[in-house]
């Protein structure tokens, strides 16, 4: 008797196996897409595609920001054909506009300063990135972390890169250019303004929302000097 109730019991444990798995929720859920920011600008829309796994802070900072409606009339500071196009951080007046607290460098995150890249502008200080980015107009893999030995092997944290309007950043970048207000030159004529920003799915922000003072300077180095390439 006691044989065929073990036997009967394990002719019953198949079964009960499969219910058990059936009953089971998915292993792994499909990873969220990535969030898609669109910057309106002067010249035409620009928009990017942000990578909060490789960049966590960087990403979150900038999403913030553009929240807050911190870059709607700011301007793109910066252009250096065949190196980079800057912004997110002075007015039409060329004033720097208050900040929030700075964040942690992110840039030893394995995603090289390729073309069409956005990364986290910054001063000497690697953990000195706040509002401003910059696009990568060329692979600038001088950009890149290489060691935490000094601020010039740091490199600059790339947290994402432009899916649709890299036309309007070329366009930019051929822009002549000037010096104007605090800057001896580089600054595109006639301005290039953010009209607004906007995470994709969300509604548009309201209005600013300053911090703290904004740095002297927050930039990668120019383009003849510093890095090697």
Do not use: C
């Not at 006691?2 to 002719?11: G, I, K, M, S, T």
């Not at 947290?159 to 595109?188: E, N, Q, S």
């Amino acid at each position: 008797m006691h044989r065929l109730l073990l036997a009967a019991a394990l002719l019953l444990l198949p079964s009960s196996v499969l219910l058990a798995q059936a009953s089971k929720p998915a292993a792994t859920a499909p990873a969220a897409a990535h969030p898609q920011v669109v910057l309106h600008t002067s010249q035409g829309d620009i928009t990017l595609e942000l990578y909060p796994d490789k960049s966590p802070k960087s990403v979150a900072n900038f999403l913030q920001y553009v929240r807050d409606g911190f870059y709607s009339g700011t301007v793109f500071h910066r252009a250096i054909p065949g190196y980079l196009v800057q912004g997110g951080l002075y007015t039409r007046d060329l004033q720097a506009k208050r900040t929030r607290s700075a964040i942690p460098s992110e840039a030893d995150n394995g995603l090289s300063n390729l073309r069409g890249t956005v990364a986290v502008a910054r001063g000497a200080d690697p953990n000195s990135g706040t509002a401003q980015f910059f696009f990568n107009l060329v692979d600038n893999r001088r950009l890149d972390f290489v060691g935490n030995q000094s601020g010039l092997t740091w490199g600059y944290a790339v947290f994402g890169k432009v899916i649709k309007g890299m036309d309007v950043v070329d366009k930019m970048a051929a822009l002549p250019t000037r010096g104007l207000g605090p800057f001896a030159g580089d600054v595109p004529n006639p301005l290039v303004v953010i009209d607004s920003a906007s995470v994709v799915g969300e509604e548009p922000a309201a209005t600013p929302a300053p911090a703290q003072a904004a740095p002297a300077t927050n930039e990668p180095a120019k383009k003849s000097g510093g890095k090697k390439g």
